[in-house]
């Protein structure tokens, strides 16, 4: 999973030495380091920011590890999600089941349905989604849409796409 | 002075828009030295033929009298290969299953080495190799920016204005029915059947609207500035579409509500052409309104340039027409 994380540095030389050594110990992939040696803290220290892959149960002995290297953690959260587009279904949307729509990319793990609005203005009547799917990366979104693309086939709704996404 | 005998073939709505621009424009061709005669004029009941050159302002009348200006049964292809003129207006309505008349105007004019210039879809979507062969052999002229977005400039800004620049894709609204429906069912939150009915009534949709509203139309223009600008070899079949006949006022309203409207989108690139419906940004370069047509070029050394304009209307077609009149016989 993805995990982002703000600890705090004191302002002398080896600390980030010592932040990053925790997360090679414990075979963590760091996305992305934001040191922010510009700002302090009202504590004199420096923030900075990780975003880092790793397995669930690894990130309480990551925390501690850093802890006892003296580096404060300010904040542990999960940080799955960087895309997120919008999408309209129009069709039978609601009647050829809505749910299975959703846990279809729900299920994938790298992707989730995050806000549905839902228009059904009579019972012949086509009916309307606008869904927003968020996606942990680029091409995790574009899987999502495949899996969108063909769930909307074969319950023959439209998916109307957003211009700069490939259709 | 230059004197160009050419004929206008196909004589409704586009064809007399071109008799009327050039009434319009004759002194103005004169000062740039050209003179257009119009040796003939054929519409679907027959011909009019005058190798003096025939009187367009009587022919217009004729035409809005009695339904035609035919006075002889003479064909397009007759009039091609019997009357002596350099040009051919080939304004005949569009047919993308045979072609047409329109390919067949098209290949006797380029058999008696001719130049063309049209607003004709259709030989264009089906034949554009065997046309561009035709006309290379014959070493005759053959233009066609009127058939792609009206008075919009597209294919000859991106041949012969961007010239050399390598072009990545243009992406953009080729159809003024489908813009004009999407965007009063917004306004007026009604449904695509009121609105469409509303189009017919307004003769901005055609009595059978199947062309435009399941985005045959669009295709067929990608196809054309797929082959013209992009250097493919494809058909209308080559062509991914979906129309718009499914969208719902509340599709439009919740997209709405989210910063994007609905356009009717034509995309082609080397790799793919493609018409579907769209999520574009409120105020993004495409979101143009009403019967308006847009198109977008992805170049290489100018980042995207856009033009808008109006897609059809006699007049707006009918100065695509002149201004590939005038590149072929400006310079000369």
């Given at each position: ?167 | 002075m230059k004197t160009v005998r050419c004929s206008i ?8 828009g071109v008799a009327e621009v050039l009434l319009m424009k004759k002194e103005y061709l004169e000062s740039i030295g050209l003179e257009i005669l119009v040796v003939a004029i ?8 005058n190798p003096e050159g025939v009187d367009l302002a009587d022919c217009l ?23 002596d003129h350099e040009l051919?207006i ?25 130049d063309?210039i ?23 002229s053959?233009r ?171 007049i707006?077609?009918a100065s695509a027409i002149l201004s590939d009149l005038i590149a072929v016989y400006g310079s000369q």
């Amino acid at each position: 999973m993805r995990v982002s994380m703000d600890i705090e540095l004191k302002d002398v030389p080896g600390q980030m030495l010592l932040a990053l050594q925790p997360l090679s110990e414990f075979k963590a992939n760091l996305i992305t380091v934001l040191h922010h040696h510009q700002k302090r803290t009202p504590r004199k220290t420096v923030p900075v920011q990780l975003v880092l892959e790793t397995k669930p149960e690894s990130i309480g002995a990551i925390k501690a590890k850093l802890e006892e290297n003296g580096i404060r953690v300010v904040r542990v959260g999960e940080h799955r999600f960087r895309e997120s587009i919008n999408v309209v279904l129009i069709g039978h949307v609601v009647h050829t089941g809505i749910q299975d729509t959703i846990d279809e990319i729900d299920k994938t793990g790298f992707a989730e349905v995050m806000d549905l609005s839902l228009s059904m203005p009579g019972i012949n009547l086509l009916s309307s989604a606008l869904i927003r799917i968020d996606a942990v990366g680029k091409e995790d979104l574009q899987k999502a849409l495949d899996i969108l693309k063909k769930v909307s086939a074969k319950k023959d709704l439209l998916m109307v796409l957003p211009i700069d996404i490939q259709a | 002075m230059k004197t160009v005998r050419c004929s206008i073939l196909g004589f409704g709505a586009i064809g007399q828009g071109v008799a009327e621009v050039l009434l319009m424009k004759k002194e103005y061709l004169e000062s740039i030295g050209l003179e257009i005669l119009v040796v003939a004029i054929v519409d679907s009941r027959g011909a009019t033929v005058n190798p003096e050159g025939v009187d367009l302002a009587d022919c217009l009348a004729r035409k809005r009298m009695k339904g035609t200006v035919a006075i002889e049964k003479f064909t397009g292809v007759e009039v091609i290969k019997s009357v002596d003129h350099e040009l051919v207006i080939e304004t005949t309505p569009t047919n993308i299953v045979t072609g047409g008349a329109g390919l067949q105007n098209m290949l006797a004019a380029f058999e008696t080495g001719k130049d063309v210039i049209t607003s004709n879809k259709g030989p264009l979507t089906l034949k554009y190799r065997e046309l561009m062969e035709a006309a290379k052999a014959a070493g005759s002229s053959f233009r066609f920016e009127a058939t792609v977005g009206g008075s919009m400039p597209v294919i000859n800004l991106a041949n012969e204005v961007l010239a050399g620049n390598r072009l990545k894709s243009i992406k953009g609204i080729l159809n003024g029915t489908c813009n004009y429906i999407l965007t009063r069912m917004l306004e007026e939150r009604a449904s695509y059947k009121d609105i469409l009915a509303e189009s017919m009534e307004l003769g901005i949709a055609e009595t059978d609207p199947t062309y435009d509203v399941d985005g045959i139309d669009t295709a067929c223009k990608l196809v054309i500035l797929a082959n013209a600008i992009f250097g493919l070899d494809v058909t209308y079949r080559d062509v991914e579409v979906t129309g718009i006949t499914k969208i719902t006022p509340e599709a439009l309203e919740m997209a709405y509500e989210r910063g994007h409207v609905i356009k009717l989108i034509g995309e082609v690139s080397r790799e793919r052409i493609h018409v579907a419906p769209r999520l574009v940004p409120i105020n993004h370069p495409l979101d143009v309104r009403g019967t308006l047509n847009v198109a977008s070029i992805d170049t290489e050394l100018a980042g995207e340039i856009t033009v808008t304009g109006k897609g059809a209307g006699p007049i707006e077609t009918a100065s695509a027409i002149l201004s590939d009149l005038i590149a072929v016989y400006g310079s000369q």
